[in-house]
């Protein structure tokens, strides 16, 4: 929903920038949409499209953006966006920023480390709207992925009580391939240290409960690239229907985190806990009733 809606104090479009100041966080996403002052005399770019998008903000809030900011566009309507940017600095949000985008744009100057960071975010929501190159579709707005060959077997031998309780996948980002990374056993107190932390994973793990509950954990380093995390963000709804298609698993349980370590013991007791005192509401036996 909309959070502030700024009224034009000047005829000049760098001018009204200053007025975003207040509303700019240092650690806080943000979607942007500008008319141009200038629109009367050029309506063909009058609106523009910023996602905000600070190095300081939360992992899972820089995917959320990330992947759904072409969305939003898309659905406001692309034919009214000619400009749709994507910005990390405040500083990015100011007259002389906006100079300094329109002299870039005027230029054929090489990519400094950080527009090529903002590149790849353009790369990765090309990637979301055609699908893995030309070989799958995109599928409601996600990525249609192709896997390698023993990720669909590593998933059934789990889901049939194979000794081996966590499978783990990653996408190769070059091929963009779904791959199996490994297969091994652990138990809810070294769950969090059998999950590779050095990259982002899919992983698959069979609880010990009764009843052999499966839990798909996406783990996410901060330290992973703006396009590794567009890719996973985007593809782990088509993961988990491979999963339920392909490995014939029903996954109970989908939790998220940046780093492995988040997932301990408490976690995943917690989340089995509350399944338990829901199930208990449900079939408690009615009061018997009383006098009145």
């Excluded at 059998?194 to 698959?204: N, V, Y």
């Amino acid at each position: 929903m909309p959070g502030s809606v700024l009224d034009s104090s000047s005829p000049s479009f760098l001018s009204d920038l200053a007025t975003l100041a207040p509303h700019i966080q240092p650690s806080q996403a943000l979607y942007v949409l500008l008319r141009r002052a200038d629109s009367l005399t050029s309506p063909d770019r009058s609106l523009v499209a910023i996602t905000y998008v600070p190095n300081a903000a939360p992992v899972r809030q820089k995917m959320l953006f990330a992947s759904t900011r072409l969305t939003l566009v898309r659905e406001l309507g692309s034919e009214h966006f000619p400009e749709s940017l994507v910005v990390t600095e405040p500083d990015e949000l100011t007259a002389e920023g906006w100079a300094k985008h329109v002299a870039h744009s005027e230029s054929r100057n090489p990519l400094t480390a950080e527009e090529q960071s903002l590149q790849d975010i353009k790369d990765a929501e090309a990637l979301e709207s055609r699908g893995t190159r030309g070989q799958g579709l995109a599928q409601g707005g996600r990525i249609a992925i192709r896997a390698e060959d023993g990720v669909g077997a590593a998933l059934q031998e789990l889901g049939n009580g194979a000794a081996n309780n966590l499978v783990q996948l990653r996408m190769d980002v070059a091929s963009e391939t779904l791959q199996l990374a490994s297969s091994s056993s652990a138990g809810p107190s070294t769950l969090a240290s059998a999950i590779d932390g050095s990259e982002p994973r899919f992983s698959f793990y069979r609880h010990i409960d009764s009843e052999a509950s499966v839990v798909f954990i996406s783990t996410c380093p901060s330290g992973a690239k703006i396009k590794e995390r567009m890719l996973y963000a985007a593809s782990r709804s088509n993961v988990i229907d491979l999963a339920q298609t392909e490995g014939g698993l029903k996954i109970s349980k989908r939790l998220e985190a940046t780093n492995p370590d988040e997932i301990t013991e408490l976690v995943i007791a917690d989340e089995f806990k509350a399944e338990r005192e829901e199930e208990k509401k449900a079939f408690a036996k009615p009061k018997r009733p009383g006098r009145r």
